[in-house]
């Protein structure tokens, strides 16, 4: 089992027990930048000693040696310390939306406030009132999070999160005299979770785009309703969306009302990340700027923010102006999370969803699937692809329904029979991985089959070796031309395997296998870090949709953002590949 999730908790706690107890902001910072470099590491960090640690970005010698210690002891001597200074429950009311560290360390050292039962007790009694800075806007804010936050429940899937920020938006821009408007955030950025949704609206009129805002008809609750910044707790179930799989009743929804002048500016600083947004400042204090959500400005001793002076910003209308003036080039949102990204000299070429003209993982009815072949051929066809490969269930996919032999004959005979003009019909299989490496067919039978994609669906917590070997050996298998979703997680309830993920990336690279980035929402499967090391390595990537009914065609803009965060070219997607290309290669595992 990986200790990088653990690893990284633990480093994050410390940031912020940290913060709670008042200690150097910068060692607060390094500690949160080491816990994410450990969870977006794809080794596990037991399997790497103090120095190769040290050469990875983020992490220095001091937080090394805690890595190791933690990795051979199963403890990490700071975070034991600092555990028995601060209260548990003050991390339950960090988790409270609006409730930072410095509140909660007010709470803890004035009120002797150690636990959500606590912080309720002192606002029903008034006596929260006695604190500084502590308004009576202030509580009800406090009490609204608490509310939302027993309602609210998990994080939202992106597959969820972007209809809903879809619909305000369009609703919002029909309203008169908005000039511009968009969602930012975690969810512009691509993030396979989504904590809140934030939009930024520029209008001539600021009260008619709140008003329409905050009168929808699926808000359940306005928290705030300010000049600048309007927030609701917005129903999921009342848009018949809780039956795309978030576990959340609610969620809030932030519109921010900013100037034109300054749309670019905003737009940067409220899609993020606060990590590429650190970064940003810090060459903007090394260049006399200050940068704010308002603007780029000549920094100044007046402590009046610059915007509320009448300074004149130096850039801000757009953020390719923004960039520029950083002598940056511009810079995908999905990329700006603090990976290296602002040493680019030029926009790199990322994948886009016009670049994808293949589907090559697709069910029908033959196994669970709610398509005919036909009906998914002319479906695919509508979406301008070139190729559709039919990969219904292998037999030990009971639950699916899964072809034995003599059903995947006659269905191959079915397949090649079919005819959709405009469009080529592949047949194919998504061959189970058995728990211990072989496939599910023999090789006789998957010789026939024009596409195989290889799949885990079975033995999903087994050791990361076992796991390791498992994969690696459907990989070397001749006839295997994609890994599909090869994890195999279901978000939020299933972390699925744990493979060392360079030896996978490295197999599939030197036996010329395709990783599956499987678009389904529910499982971005290789996840974003991931396909970031593939396109590293030069390993070729598949994204597929795993249709099994019509709507999941619409799931491809997720795999293409999960692709977009990986820094994935175009080019290094089979599904991008002409038709001659894409049919070359297929034949190629046929031909030897």
């Given at each position: ?124 009694d008034g006596s929260i009132m006695d604190l500084p800075r502590m308004g009576a806007k202030t509580v009800q804010n406090i009490k609204d999070a608490i509310e939302f936050n027993a309602s609210a ?65 699926e808000v359940i609750k306005v928290l705030a309703a300010g000049e600048s910044k309007s927030s609701v707790r917005f129903s999921l179930s009342s848009l018949r969306l809780a039956d795309l799989g ?113 589907e090559l993982h697709a069910h029908t009815t033959a196994s669970d699937g709610r398509l005919s072949i036909d009906e998914l051929a002319t479906l695919a066809h509508a979406r301008n692809f070139h ?206």
């Amino acid at each position: 089992m990986s200790r990088n999730r653990e690893v990284a908790d633990r480093l994050e706690e410390i940031a912020r027990m940290l913060e709670i107890l008042g200690e150097n902001r910068f060692k607060v910072i390094a500690h949160e930048k080491a816990a994410r470099a450990i969870a977006d590491l794809p080794q596990d960090v037991a399997d790497l000693d103090a120095k190769q640690l040290e050469a990875i970005d983020g992490v220095g010698a001091k937080i090394a040696a805690k890595i190791v210690q933690y990795a051979n002891t199963g403890d990490m001597t700071e975070h034991a310390e600092l555990r028995a200074k601060v209260p548990e429950g003050l991390f339950e009311l960090m988790n409270l939306p609006g409730l930072g560290p410095k509140t909660v360390s007010l709470l803890w050292k004035d009120k002797h406030i150690t636990d959500l039962a606590g912080l309720k007790r002192i606002i029903d009694d008034g006596s929260i009132m006695d604190l500084p800075r502590m308004g009576a806007k202030t509580v009800q804010n406090i009490k609204d999070a608490i509310e939302f936050n027993a309602s609210a429940g998990a994080r939202l899937p992106l597959g969820v999160a972007m209809p809903v920020a879809e619909a305000i938006v369009e609703r919002i821009r029909k309203v008169e005299g908005v000039k511009k408007i968009a969602f930012a955030g975690s969810l512009r950025r691509g993030k396979e979770t989504i904590g809140d949704i934030d939009i930024l609206c520029a209008a001539s009129d600021p009260d008619a785009a709140r008003d329409a805002f905050t009168r929808q008809p699926e808000v359940i609750k306005v928290l705030a309703a300010g000049e600048s910044k309007s927030s609701v707790r917005f129903s999921l179930s009342s848009l018949r969306l809780a039956d795309l799989g978030g576990d959340a009743a609610a969620v809030q929804v932030d519109l921010r009302l900013v100037p034109e002048a300054s749309w670019g500016a905003a737009m940067l600083y409220f899609t993020g990340s606060k990590e590429h947004n650190v970064r940003l400042r810090e060459r903007a204090q090394k260049n006399g700027w200050t940068l704010n959500e308002y603007g780029l400005y000549p920094e100044s001793d007046d402590p009046t923010p610059p915007q509320h002076r009448g300074a004149k910003a130096i850039a801000g209308k757009t953020e390719e102006q923004v960039f520029e003036q950083f002598g940056l080039p511009f810079i995908p949102p999905e990329i700006r999370e603090d990976r290296d990204e602002l040493s680019l000299k030029t926009t790199p070429r990322l994948i886009e969803l016009d670049d994808i003209k293949s589907e090559l993982h697709a069910h029908t009815t033959a196994s669970d699937g709610r398509l005919s072949i036909d009906e998914l051929a002319t479906l695919a066809h509508a979406r301008n692809f070139h190729t559709i490969a039919v990969t219904d269930h292998s037999r030990s996919s009971f639950q699916a329904n899964g072809l034995d032999e003599d059903r995947l004959r006659a269905h191959i005979k079915r397949v090649r029979a079919a005819r959709v003009k405009g469009i080529a019909i592949l047949t194919g299989s998504e061959v189970d991985i058995l728990p211990d490496g072989t496939l599910d067919y023999d090789d006789d039978l998957l010789a026939e089959l024009d596409v195989v994609v290889a799949s885990p669906h079975a033995s999903l917590s087994q050791d990361p070796k076992k796991a390791t070997a498992r994969l690696l050996k459907a990989i070397e298998h001749p006839l295997v031309h994609i890994l599909g979703h090869p994890t195999g997680r279901l978000l939020p309830a299933r972390k699925g395997l744990e493979p060392a993920m360079p030896e996978l990336i490295a197999a599939a690279k030197e036996h010329n296998v395709a990783l599956e980035i499987n678009a389904h929402w529910k499982r971005l499967d290789l996840r974003d870090t991931h396909v970031r090391q593939a396109v590293e390595a030069g390993c070729l990537i598949a994204i597929d949709c795993d249709v099994h009914r019509a709507e999941h065609f619409d799931n491809l803009r997720y795999g293409v953002l999960t692709g977009r965060r990986g820094w994935l070219p175009p080019e290094q997607c089979i599904n991008t590949w002409s038709k001659a290309r894409l049919h070359a290669w297929l034949k190629e595992k046929r031909a030897s």
